[in-house]
Protein backbone atom coordinates (compact mmCIF):
# COMPACT_ATOMS: atom_id res chain seq x y z
CA UNK A 1 0.00 0.00 0.00
CA UNK A 2 1.12 3.35 -1.23
CA UNK A 3 0.92 6.37 1.58
CA UNK A 4 2.23 9.86 1.43
CA UNK A 5 4.68 9.86 4.91
CA UNK A 6 6.67 12.34 6.78
CA UNK A 7 10.59 11.28 6.83
CA UNK A 8 11.54 9.59 9.64
CA UNK A 9 13.02 11.93 12.43
CA UNK A 10 16.52 9.87 12.81
CA UNK A 11 18.99 11.15 10.33
CA UNK A 12 19.66 9.02 6.64
CA UNK A 13 22.54 8.98 4.66
CA UNK A 14 21.83 11.69 2.27
CA UNK A 15 23.60 10.80 -0.65
CA UNK A 16 22.31 13.53 -2.69
CA UNK A 17 20.48 17.01 -1.64
CA UNK A 18 18.82 19.04 -4.46
CA UNK A 19 18.11 22.62 -3.47
CA UNK A 20 15.54 24.82 -5.33
CA UNK A 21 17.29 23.79 -8.77
CA UNK A 22 15.72 25.31 -12.54
CA UNK A 23 16.48 24.52 -15.38
CA UNK A 24 15.76 26.51 -18.13
CA UNK A 25 16.49 25.91 -22.03
CA UNK A 26 17.00 29.06 -24.46
CA UNK A 27 15.88 28.69 -27.81
CA UNK A 28 15.84 31.35 -30.14
CA UNK A 29 13.67 34.13 -28.47
CA UNK A 30 11.31 31.23 -26.06
CA UNK A 31 12.57 30.14 -22.83
CA UNK A 32 11.60 26.88 -21.81
CA UNK A 33 11.33 26.11 -18.45
CA UNK A 34 12.10 21.90 -17.89
CA UNK A 35 12.76 22.08 -13.89
CA UNK A 36 11.09 24.95 -11.98
CA UNK A 37 12.73 24.92 -8.32
CA UNK A 38 12.80 21.14 -7.51
CA UNK A 39 13.89 19.68 -4.03
CA UNK A 40 14.70 16.87 -3.03
CA UNK A 41 16.82 14.70 -1.02
CA UNK A 42 18.12 11.11 -2.05
CA UNK A 43 19.61 8.48 0.18
CA UNK A 44 22.49 5.91 -0.14
CA UNK A 45 21.27 2.86 -0.99
CA UNK A 46 17.56 3.36 -1.82
CA UNK A 47 15.39 2.55 -5.01
CA UNK A 48 14.22 5.45 -5.43
CA UNK A 49 11.22 5.86 -8.55
CA UNK A 50 10.62 9.19 -10.16
CA UNK A 51 7.32 9.02 -11.93
CA UNK A 52 5.88 11.52 -14.43
CA UNK A 53 4.86 12.06 -17.78
CA UNK A 54 6.52 13.46 -20.90
CA UNK A 55 7.36 16.90 -20.28
CA UNK A 56 7.58 16.60 -16.82
CA UNK A 57 11.17 17.32 -16.29
CA UNK A 58 11.98 13.98 -14.65
CA UNK A 59 14.81 13.07 -17.34
CA UNK A 60 16.18 16.66 -17.36
CA UNK A 61 16.49 16.30 -13.11
CA UNK A 62 18.32 12.64 -13.97
CA UNK A 63 21.01 13.87 -16.47
CA UNK A 64 21.80 17.05 -13.85
CA UNK A 65 22.00 13.86 -10.68
CA UNK A 66 24.37 12.65 -13.46
CA UNK A 67 26.40 15.01 -14.31
CA UNK A 68 25.38 15.22 -17.91
CA UNK A 69 23.57 18.35 -17.28
CA UNK A 70 23.86 21.17 -15.26
CA UNK A 71 21.26 23.83 -13.21
CA UNK A 72 20.45 27.45 -14.37
CA UNK A 73 19.41 28.28 -10.72
CA UNK A 74 20.16 26.08 -7.22
CA UNK A 75 22.19 23.63 -5.74
CA UNK A 76 23.11 20.25 -5.87
CA UNK A 77 25.21 18.64 -3.22
CA UNK A 78 26.96 15.25 -3.93
CA UNK A 79 27.66 13.64 -0.25
CA UNK A 80 30.16 16.49 0.91
CA UNK A 81 30.69 18.17 -2.54
CA UNK A 82 28.64 20.65 -4.55
CA UNK A 83 27.95 19.09 -7.93
CA UNK A 84 26.44 22.16 -9.44
CA UNK A 85 29.86 23.63 -9.48
CA UNK A 86 31.65 21.35 -10.87
CA UNK A 87 33.58 22.18 -14.09
CA UNK A 88 33.55 19.79 -16.84
CA UNK A 89 36.46 17.85 -16.03
CA UNK A 90 35.08 17.44 -12.47
CA UNK A 91 32.17 16.41 -14.14
CA UNK A 92 33.95 13.82 -16.19
CA UNK A 93 36.05 11.87 -13.39
CA UNK A 94 32.11 12.38 -11.20
CA UNK A 95 30.64 9.97 -13.99
CA UNK A 96 33.05 7.86 -14.51
CA UNK A 97 34.17 6.99 -10.92
CA UNK A 98 30.39 7.09 -9.52
CA UNK A 99 27.71 7.01 -11.59
CA UNK A 100 26.17 4.16 -13.86
CA UNK A 101 23.66 4.60 -16.42
CA UNK A 102 20.91 2.39 -18.26
CA UNK A 103 18.59 4.22 -21.11
CA UNK A 104 15.68 2.80 -22.81
CA UNK A 105 17.60 1.75 -25.86
CA UNK A 106 20.77 -0.19 -25.57
CA UNK A 107 23.62 1.37 -26.86
CA UNK A 108 25.67 -1.73 -27.26
CA UNK A 109 28.69 -1.95 -29.67
CA UNK A 110 27.31 -4.24 -32.75
CA UNK A 111 30.62 -5.38 -33.26
CA UNK A 112 31.79 -6.55 -29.62
CA UNK A 113 30.32 -9.66 -28.00
CA UNK A 114 28.18 -9.33 -24.69
CA UNK A 115 31.36 -10.16 -22.48
CA UNK A 116 33.29 -7.57 -24.30
CA UNK A 117 30.65 -5.05 -24.17
CA UNK A 118 30.50 -4.89 -19.97
CA UNK A 119 34.68 -5.00 -20.65
CA UNK A 120 34.63 -1.66 -22.00
CA UNK A 121 33.35 -0.69 -18.66
CA UNK A 122 35.56 -1.84 -16.44
CA UNK A 123 38.57 -0.33 -18.37
CA UNK A 124 37.57 3.24 -17.41
CA UNK A 125 37.02 1.97 -14.00
CA UNK A 126 39.03 2.35 -10.20
CA UNK A 127 37.83 -0.84 -8.56
CA UNK A 128 36.07 -2.63 -11.45
CA UNK A 129 33.94 -6.46 -11.43
CA UNK A 130 34.37 -9.07 -13.34
CA UNK A 131 32.88 -8.86 -16.58
CA UNK A 132 31.53 -12.94 -16.78
CA UNK A 133 30.71 -12.13 -12.80
CA UNK A 134 28.87 -9.71 -13.69
CA UNK A 135 26.94 -11.25 -16.42
CA UNK A 136 26.58 -13.94 -14.33
CA UNK A 137 24.31 -11.87 -12.19
CA UNK A 138 21.96 -10.59 -14.80
CA UNK A 139 21.66 -14.11 -15.64
CA UNK A 140 23.54 -14.04 -18.98
CA UNK A 141 26.70 -15.77 -18.21
CA UNK A 142 25.53 -18.27 -20.93
CA UNK A 143 25.17 -15.61 -23.73
CA UNK A 144 28.80 -13.68 -22.80
CA UNK A 145 30.23 -14.94 -25.84
CA UNK A 146 26.92 -13.60 -28.40
CA UNK A 147 26.70 -10.65 -30.34
CA UNK A 148 23.66 -7.84 -29.99
CA UNK A 149 22.20 -9.24 -32.88
CA UNK A 150 22.11 -12.55 -31.46
CA UNK A 151 20.40 -11.52 -27.69
CA UNK A 152 16.68 -10.17 -27.86
CA UNK A 153 15.59 -6.74 -26.47
CA UNK A 154 15.42 -8.15 -22.95
CA UNK A 155 19.11 -9.54 -23.18
CA UNK A 156 20.49 -6.56 -24.67
CA UNK A 157 19.03 -4.15 -21.33
CA UNK A 158 20.65 -6.78 -19.27
CA UNK A 159 24.12 -6.76 -20.84
CA UNK A 160 23.10 -2.49 -20.61
CA UNK A 161 22.76 -3.30 -17.00
CA UNK A 162 25.60 -5.37 -16.55
CA UNK A 163 28.05 -3.11 -18.53
CA UNK A 164 26.75 0.05 -15.95
CA UNK A 165 26.98 -2.35 -12.90
CA UNK A 166 30.77 -3.18 -13.65
CA UNK A 167 32.42 -0.69 -13.15
CA UNK A 168 30.89 -0.19 -9.05
CA UNK A 169 29.08 2.63 -9.44
CA UNK A 170 27.50 4.14 -6.42
CA UNK A 171 24.50 5.36 -8.12
CA UNK A 172 22.36 3.87 -11.25
CA UNK A 173 20.83 5.98 -13.20
CA UNK A 174 17.94 4.22 -15.13
CA UNK A 175 15.94 5.64 -17.83
CA UNK A 176 12.55 4.22 -18.70
CA UNK A 177 14.85 0.84 -18.88
CA UNK A 178 11.37 -0.82 -19.70
CA UNK A 179 10.12 1.67 -22.30
CA UNK A 180 11.51 -0.47 -25.07
CA UNK A 181 10.67 -3.97 -23.82
CA UNK A 182 6.98 -5.76 -23.73
CA UNK A 183 5.27 -6.71 -20.18
CA UNK A 184 7.69 -9.73 -19.67
CA UNK A 185 10.37 -8.94 -20.39
CA UNK A 186 9.99 -5.71 -18.54
CA UNK A 187 9.52 -7.45 -15.25
CA UNK A 188 12.96 -9.70 -16.13
CA UNK A 189 14.51 -6.08 -15.99
CA UNK A 190 13.14 -4.79 -13.01
CA UNK A 191 14.37 -8.09 -11.06
CA UNK A 192 17.85 -7.30 -11.98
CA UNK A 193 17.87 -3.68 -11.12
CA UNK A 194 16.48 -4.78 -7.85
CA UNK A 195 18.73 -7.66 -7.39
CA UNK A 196 21.45 -4.93 -7.81
CA UNK A 197 19.61 -2.64 -5.35
CA UNK A 198 19.30 -5.43 -2.77
CA UNK A 199 22.80 -7.53 -2.92
CA UNK A 200 25.05 -4.86 -3.93
CA UNK A 201 23.49 -1.69 -2.12
CA UNK A 202 23.51 0.61 -5.23
CA UNK A 203 21.12 3.59 -5.06
CA UNK A 204 19.03 2.79 -8.17
CA UNK A 205 16.91 5.61 -9.56
CA UNK A 206 14.47 4.71 -12.12
CA UNK A 207 12.56 7.42 -14.36
CA UNK A 208 9.47 6.09 -16.03
CA UNK A 209 5.97 7.09 -17.09
CA UNK A 210 4.70 3.90 -15.55
CA UNK A 211 3.06 4.15 -12.92
CA UNK A 212 2.67 0.63 -11.45
CA UNK A 213 6.55 0.53 -11.39
CA UNK A 214 6.50 2.68 -8.69
CA UNK A 215 5.02 0.11 -6.17
CA UNK A 216 8.37 -1.94 -5.93
CA UNK A 217 10.54 1.24 -4.88
CA UNK A 218 11.36 2.57 -1.44
CA UNK A 219 10.22 6.10 -2.37
CA UNK A 220 8.14 7.71 -5.27
CA UNK A 221 8.80 10.81 -6.59
CA UNK A 222 5.34 12.51 -8.88
CA UNK A 223 6.18 15.40 -11.25
CA UNK A 224 4.33 17.53 -12.71
CA UNK A 225 5.07 20.52 -15.36
CA UNK A 226 8.95 20.83 -13.73
CA UNK A 227 8.22 20.47 -10.00
CA UNK A 228 7.80 17.83 -7.90
CA UNK A 229 3.94 17.37 -6.94
CA UNK A 230 4.87 14.99 -3.73
CA UNK A 231 6.61 12.10 -2.49
CA UNK A 232 5.41 8.75 -1.74
CA UNK A 233 6.84 6.50 0.63
CA UNK A 234 5.96 2.67 0.49
CA UNK A 235 6.62 1.46 3.80
CA UNK A 236 6.11 -2.21 2.28
CA UNK A 237 7.41 -2.13 -1.29
CA UNK A 238 5.72 -4.88 -3.64
CA UNK A 239 7.86 -7.47 -5.25
CA UNK A 240 8.28 -7.34 -9.30
CA UNK A 241 6.14 -10.62 -9.59
CA UNK A 242 3.16 -8.58 -7.68
CA UNK A 243 3.54 -5.78 -10.40
CA UNK A 244 0.49 -5.61 -13.28
CA UNK A 245 0.26 -3.01 -15.84
Given at each position: MMTTSV??????????????????????EVTVSALRGVSLDVY????????????????????IIGGIDTP???????????LSAYKES????????????????YNLMPNLTAE??????TEISTNPLVPSDVLDLVQLGER???????LSGGEQQRVAIARAVAKQPEILLCDEPTGALDFTT??????????????????VIVITHNADIGGMADRVVRMHDGGV???IVNETPKGVDELEW
Open positions: EPSTKRDEIFSIDDVTKNYVMGAGEFLVILGPSGSGKSTLLNTNGRVMFREQEQLTVYRRNHIGFVFQFENVEMARDHFPAQGKIVLKVLHEVNRKMGTTRDI
